[in-house]
Nanobody, 126 residues
């Protein structure tokens, strides 16, 4: 019911910034909690951040807290990930994901997210 398309990835030097976008196509985007996950080569996909359907609640992995910011613009059917102070350890393919939920409680388990984008590569050089 929802198609997600990420964009904004690229190559950046350590300490730099990137803003990822995830455009959603489908009905009732505002009824979905949104999350960002990432997967580095040879590693499992891991939780990065999530935001409730209303934007009123956010959650962050400890590794990105105070550096990354998630936001959503329901009028544009888009969720954003602002990444500042990037580190080489942030290098990964970043995926946006969606799950039907109007709760303020956010999920970190990727298995609970129903819809996934194709991913966008973020590479941070040292």
């Amino acid at each position: 019911q929802v198609q997600l398309v990420e964009s904004g990835g690229g190559l950046v030097q350590a300490g730099g910034s990137l803003r990822l976008s995830c455009a959603a196509y489908g009905r009732t985007f505002s009824s979905y909690a949104m999350g960002w996950f990432r997967q580095a080569p040879g590693k499992e996909r891991e939780f990065v951040t999530a935001i409730s359907w209303s934007g009123g609640t956010t959650a962050y992995a400890d590794s990105v807290k105070d550096r990354f910011t998630i936001a959503r613009d329901n009028a544009k059917n888009t969720v954003y990930l602002q990444m500042n102070s990037l580190k080489p350890e942030d290098t990964a393919v970043y995926y946006c994901a969606a799950r039907p939920s109007q709760s303020l409680l956010l999920q970190r388990n990727l298995g609970l997210y129903r819809y996934w984008g194709q991913g966008t590569q973020v590479t941070v050089s040292s």
